[in-house]
């Protein structure tokens, strides 16, 4: 079984950036796509990126041009880069493996999940 440790949360304001990281370990052959989701608080969890292990990626449309996600499978480290952070970018994010690119739009769900990390962005 894998193990997912997400980094990099914190509180930003609003226009600001992060980056959030994403170790895997244990069994890592189920990595061969890796995905962030999010929740936040009184809605339902959502997929927002996902890459496949050749770095094909797919992305939610509210974070399309904002959020870039990016691999280092040298590393089995998976990453979010989150620029121009609005309000509504506030969540819990988890990072998600043994799943399908569909996942993001709810069609199967990852076999595994990450502790998640708090991003809080102000206005």
């Known amino acids: 079984q894998v193990q997912l440790v997400e980094s990099g949360g914190g509180s930003v304001q609003a226009g600001g950036s992060l980056r959030l990281s994403c170790v895997a370990s244990?069994?890592?052959?189920?990595?061969?796509?890796m995905g962030w989701f999010r929740q936040a608080p009184g809605k339902e969890r959502e997929g927002i990126a996902a890459i496949d292990s050749d770095g094909a990626a797919d992305y939610e449309d509210s974070v399309k041009g904002r959020f870039t996600i990016s691999r280092d499978n040298d590393k089995n480290t998976l990453y979010l880069e989150m620029n121009s952070l609005k309000p509504d970018d506030s969540a819990m994010y988890y990072c998600?493996?043994?799943?399908?690119?569909?996942?993001?739009w709810g069609k199967g769900a990852p076999d595994a999940w990450g502790q998640g990390t708090l991003i809080t962005v102000s206005s």
């Open positions: 998600a493996a043994g799943m399908d690119i569909a996942a993001l």
């Open positions: 244990g069994d890592t052959h189920s990595t061969k796509v």
